[in-house]
């Protein structure tokens, strides 16, 4: 079991994060119906290899056509960064490909012909959240469709003691995220600070367990069960998930 080299975040309580978003008349001649089209994707990037560190035009092109997907690797700036090596881990859980940083031909193949996330549950809300604990991922999906697919880090399944707020002797637990369907519930603005570290803008879906801004995002489960997220997409995080929204979290085989 590999332990994060950093835990930040937890949730706002010990017992959260472990375990525990032209009418217009008719013409007056006949007119051709006109055709529908999709607008022309990205052009996927040239397929050299790129690797974290990597800078170019078409380091660019990659973050373009990751954000038309529905991943966020931060600023276009053709720079592969943190945020671009995130995006991409969670691109290659989604199209259940060997997480890794350098970029190979598979990889562009799959980037020209993406896989869509797996729904979570049976029921599928137009409006809800989706967290593969296996993958580490989440989708949030608005009137529908996926509107921000990340990589995440979860519970690390570590055993732990530690003391609860206002608890004379400590409690011990696993650090594991829960499976189930649950509603967003409480959220908070900025840091907020708990006995195990602090929260960045956390929204709560299940008691303590919250999802939140964290300064470390491992590719591994590496948290006291809360669910983090990459800096960059918690700071509008909570502008696309509202208060009572369905969340699915699941360990698919």
């Known amino acids: 079991m590999r332990t994060s080299a950093v835990l930040l975040t937890a949730a706002v309580f010990l017992t959260a994060c472990n375990g525990t978003d032209e009418a217009a008349g008719p013409p007056t001649t006949p007119v ?27 380091v660019k092109a990659l973050q373009r056509r990751l954000k038309e997907l529905h991943y966020d690797p ?60 296996k993958r580490q991922y989440l989708v949030l999906y608005k009137d529908g469709q996926p509107r921000l697919i990340t990589h995440i ?37 900025g840091w907020e600070v708990s006995p195990l570290g602090r929260l960045y803008n956390p929204i709560y879906f299940n008691g303590g367990i919250a999802f939140h801004g964290a300064l470390d995002v491992p590719r591994y489960p590496a948290s006291h069960g809360c669910v983090r997220l990459p800096m960059h997409i918690a700071e509008y995080f909570p502008d696309l998930l509202g208060t009572d929204v369905p969340v699915h979290v699941r360990r698919p085989g």
């Open 74 to 133: 931060g600023k276009a700036d053709g720079k592969y960064g943190t945020s671009t090596q995130l995006a991409v881990w969670a691109f290659q859980a989604v199209n259940r490909m060997k997480q890794k940083g350098t970029l190979d031909k598979a990889f562009w193949k799959a980037l020209a012909n993406p896989s869509q996330p797996r729904p979570m549950a049976k029921k599928r809300e137009k409006d809800r959240v989706d967290v593969d604990l």
């Open 153 to 189: 880090s979860s519970g690390s399944g570590e055993y732990y003691c530690a003391k609860d707020r206002g608890a004379k002797v400590p409690r011990c637990r696993y650090a594991t995220t829960g499976t189930g369907d649950f509603r967003t519930g409480r959220r908070a603005s």
């Open 32 to 58: 051709a119906k006109p055709t529908t089209s999709t607008p022309a994707p990205t052009p996927t990037p040239t397929q050299r290899k790129l690797k974290p560190g990597a800078k170019g035009e078409d």
